[in-house]
């Protein structure tokens, strides 16, 4: 057997490691009180589920808070969530005037690093969200795609196909949170070359409820009648090109010439402004 680990197995062992030395650091299990506790500014969940708290909740009233929440001191009195607001939101529910935690010494970037990687462990995040905080630990905590695949135990192209996600339009991000569509027609559409027909497809996804698959199919048809457009373009002689800059220096603007491989073309100018609109047609009119 081979003695190279994988990389889901380096992912375990670095969380083990982490709870290793995290239990070095702590100080034991403390009782706070629930008004000293600041909310995590480095949080990336933005959604809490208020039945799913509300569930939580009464789980808390009759068990207890089983795993304790971690935080950090950062007054004589004061300090600040870095993981478990969810356990700690429903606590409060619960009516709980104080909750066990862990006390830890971290910095910003610690926190940071920390609440990102607890959160994408240990809790329902949207796909966005997770995107968000993978790239987060990649921009803010200056981690490569390799070591934040060991960081949290997935795989690269796990990690790379979440980041894809972030590409979409707004529009489409949002639809993919509030699940009006899955993560497979998300994926389906990173496919496609511009916003506008991606926004097309998305509507059409609302409207006719299509499958993943029947997606994919529209992506990959539109993809053969681009790459068949794009092949009947014939490309521009010397002639030409010399006609395309003389008409550029002439006119000057910005000069396109487009010429298929049966002899039908068009040559288009461009402007950039009003002003420059109206120089344009004063030239090609001789006035």
């Excluded at 990389?7 to 403390?30: C, H, K, M, P």
């Excluded at 993560?183 to 559409?189: C, F, N, Q, Y």
């Excluded at 002639?239 to 006119?251: A, F, G, M, P, S």
């Excluded at 000057?252 to 461009?270: M, T, V």
């Amino acid at each position: 057997m081979s003695t190279k680990k994988s990389v889901l197995g380096r992912g375990l062992e670095a969380l083990i490691e982490d709870a290793n030395t995290q239990r070095n650091e702590f100080s034991g299990v403390n009782k706070i009180s629930v008004v000293v506790i600041e909310n995590n500014p480095f949080q990336p969940r933005t959604n809490f589920n208020e039945d799913s708290l509300n569930e939580l909740a009464e789980s808390i009233k009759a068990l207890g808070i089983i795993q304790p929440i971690t935080v950090r001191k950062i007054d004589d009195n004061k300090y600040q969530m870095i993981s478990g607001e969810r356990r700690l939101r429903a606590a409060k529910i619960a009516g709980l005037k104080d909750v066990p935690a862990f006390i830890r010494d971290a910095d910003d970037n610690g926190m940071l690093e920390m609440a990102l990687v607890e959160n994408i462990q240990r809790e329902d995040l949207d796909p966005i969200e997770i995107a968000i905080s993978y790239n987060r630990l990649i921009e803010e905590c200056e981690l490569t795609q390799e070591e934040l695949s060991e960081r949290v135990g997935k795989q690269r192209t796990t990690i790379t196909n979440f980041l894809r996600l972030l590409k979409l339009p707004p529009e489409i991000q949002l639809g993919l949170r509030q699940q009006k569509i899955s993560v497979g027609h998300a994926r389906a559409l990173i496919n496609v070359d511009d916003a506008e027909t991606q926004i097309m497809i998305y509507h059409q996804i609302l409207r006719y409820d299509f499958s993943v698959r029947k997606v994919e199919d529209i992506v990959r048809e539109l993809s053969i009648a681009n790459n068949e457009h794009i092949s009947k373009r014939a490309k521009l002689t010397s002639e030409l090109k010399q006609l395309r800059d003389k008409l550029i220096k002439q006119y000057n603007c910005k000069i396109d010439i487009k010429k298929s491989s049966d002899g039908k073309g068009k040559i288009i100018l461009s402007v950039k402004s009003e002003d420059d609109f109206n120089n344009l047609i004063n030239k090609l009119f001789n006035k």
